[in-house]
């Protein structure tokens, strides 16, 4: 016989890993993964560097994935962001990881191998032709962000901050809701090296869509 | 009537030469505009004053791959439906304030024979997202006669991506529902 508070704690507990272990546990705007997932595991992707990324090589204690995608001009008009987010993070116990999983010819490796020069990339860029790991993080735009802790679960997923940059066609940025103020992927960093709770932990992505192949 | 076109086209004129560089022509271009501005209380106004046709709309834009590889099939539907009580309808969510990239949508529309009606979402555009409670694009929302939405299809779950397949077959249940 378990007494009440033992039984509420066993009920909670199993809550707890029911929630975890169920597929299609949606958060606010992302239709497959909630905060607290596990960051998915991923093996031997290749990188734009000549060397490959796997998940047991993350050895910091707050990673970064950004899915990206070279020819958006979602992604053109922040990259200088991300490069100042990566610069900012560099040095501390902070792993930022760039991936790529569309299929069309202009973002696949060779290509983004083009652009992380271009953009001056300070991160490891991947490209996952599998589309497996945006398939489990429910990732769709480009970019958008996911942060996980050192136990590596979900702690922030969305946008890089409040307001979404693209590149105009004649190639000047602009901000659609003029200058950031809200930084919600480096709040999220900051908040989880210090074992602190995301200020905020999930906001609406902006950005290009990604294509998913349709045979699954 | 004319006094509300002859406002659209100046608008047109306001977004083109609010970007950041006038395009070459630009004024010929006003001539054959083919993307209407309209407000987000405008569009709803318009939903509004759909009722009693089943309406398509497509959600698109210049700077949305997808969007461009999916919206042929969107003209394909409509000269299908042609005379079956069906309104096809395009709301661009280009930057207003990018003058190529409107000149881009224009050519798009005429290169496509988009002769429905095509409308530019005159809105900051993170706002709009918000406003027409949409993730992504392309997005393909398809409303009842009596004007309720009935079918939702977006990009928004990437093992539920909709398809052109989608499109007909939500289409045909609301013909068939109404």
New interface residues.
């Given amino acids: 016989m378990l007494s009440r508070g033992t039984g509420i704690r066993t009920a909670v507990l199993l809550l707890f890993a029911v929630g975890i272990a169920l597929p299609g546990h949606a958060g606010k ?1 992302n ?2 993964v909630d905060l607290g997932a596990a960051m998915p595991e991923f093996a031997d992707l290749p990188a734009v560097d000549g060397k490959t990324l796997s998940s047991r090589d993350l050895k910091e204690s707050v990673v970064v994935l950004v899915f990206l995608a070279n ?4 992604v053109k008009g922040m990259d200088g962001d991300l490069v100042k987010l990566a610069a900012r993070f560099k040095g501390k116990d902070v792993r930022i990881v760039g991936v790529s999983v569309n299929h ?1 010819e202009d973002d696949r490796l060779e290509a983004m191998k083009v652009h992380a020069a271009k953009a001056g990339y300070n991160f490891t860029y991947v490209y996952d032709e599998s ?1 497996e790991l ?2 489990k993080l ?4 480009t970019p958008e962000y996911f942060v996980f802790d050192k136990a590596r679960r979900l702690v922030y997923m969305g946008a890089l901050h409040n ?2 940059a ?1 590149m ?3 190639g ?1 940025i ?1 901000y ?2 003029g200058e950031p103020t809200e930084f919600y992927v480096a709040d999220a960093i900051e908040a989880a090296l210090a074992g602190k709770a995301a200020p905020v932990d999930e906001t ?3 950005g ?5 192949a ?1 045979s ?1 | 009537m004319g006094g509300k076109l002859s406002a659209r086209l100046l608008l047109v004129g306001m977004l083109l030469a609010g ?3 006038r395009p070459p022509g630009g004024e010929r271009a006003l001539e054959t505009a083919s993307l209407v501005p309209i407000s987000f209380a405008g569009w709803q106004e318009k939903l509004a004053g759909y009722r009693g046709s089943v309406v398509v709309v497509d959600f698109w834009a210049t ?4 969007c461009l590889e999916r919206f042929p099939h969107m003209v394909a539907l409509y000269e299908r439906y042609k005379g079956r009580g069906v309104r096809f309808v395009s709301v661009s969510l280009d ?1 207003t ?5 409107l000149e ?1 949508a224009r050519e798009f529309l005429k290169r496509h024979k988009a002769t429905f009606e095509n409308y530019l979402m005159d809105e ?3 706002d709009a ?2 406003k027409l409670d949409l ?4 997005a393909v929302l398809i409303y009842g006669r009596d004007g309720r939405l009935r079918h939702k299809l977006t ?7 909709f ?1 052109s397949e989608d499109v007909d077959r939500a289409l045909e249940e609301t013909l068939k529902l109404d």
């Fill in positions: 705007f239709k497959v020819h958006c001009p979602w069309r589309q945006g398939r429910g990732a769709t735009r307001s979404p693209s105009r066609t004649d000047t602009n659609t809701k609406r992505p902006q290009c869509t990604i294509e998913y349709q699954k | 970007g950041c560089s700077w949305c791959a997808p930057d304030g990018d003058a190529g990239a881009r900051n555009i993170t997202f918000a993730l992504s694009i392309p990009g928004d779950d990437p093992n539920r991506q398809t």
